[in-house]
């Protein structure tokens, strides 16, 4: 049990920080037309 655990969390990690990457590059893609 306590290695599925883990596994989850460390799933919610790799989720989370993909929508962290992803939100980053929005961003940069809105700094970029905002320059323009």
Do not use: C, P, T
């Not at 306590?2 to 700094?31: C, S, T």
């Amino acid at each position: 049990v306590e290695i599925k655990e883990r596994e989850q969390v460390g799933f919610d990690l790799d989720d989370a920080q993909n929508k962290i990457l992803r939100l980053q590059d929005i961003i940069d893609q809105y700094e970029e037309a905002s320059l323009r």
